[in-house]
Nanobody
């Protein structure tokens, strides 16, 4: 079983940056896809970005392309989400999740693919 713990959320002004971290414990992580999702009040959970832990391939949601970057450090068992040029509409609780799947595709932006979830970290973009 995999456990995930997010950190790095907070309050930031529009146009600012934050870096979220997702620490992963449990079994070998090279066989996983890790995704970042977000959920704002009254809205459905939205796929932000995902990364294949073996070959680093990535997919991004349309609303964050060009502004957010997902990366991983397997030695540190951590996946990062660098968020730049933040907007008020990026305000949400951000979650990381794991999917044990050797096949990687754009469908990994769908939350139903994932088996394990972290507790979430709040990101608020406001002046």
């Amino acid at each position: 079983e995999v456990q995930l713990v997010e950190s790095g959320g907070g309050l930031v002004q529009p146009g600012g940056s934050l870096r979220l971290s997702c620490r992963i414990s449990g079994r070998t992580i090279n066989e996983y896809t890790i995704g970042w999702f977000r959920q704002a009040p009254g809205k459905e959970r939205e796929g932000v970005a995902c990364i294949n832990m073996n070959d680093r391939r990535t997919y991004y949601g349309d609303s964050v392309k060009g502004r957010f970057t997902i990366s991983r450090n397997n030695d540190r068992r951590t996946v990062y989400l660098q968020m730049d040029s933040l907007k008020a509409e990026d305000t949400a609780v951000y979650y990381c999740a794991s999917d044990f799947d050797l096949i990687f595709g754009s469908y990994h932006l769908l939350p139903d693919r994932y088996e394990s979830w972290g507790q979430g970290t709040q990101v608020t973009v406001s002046s």
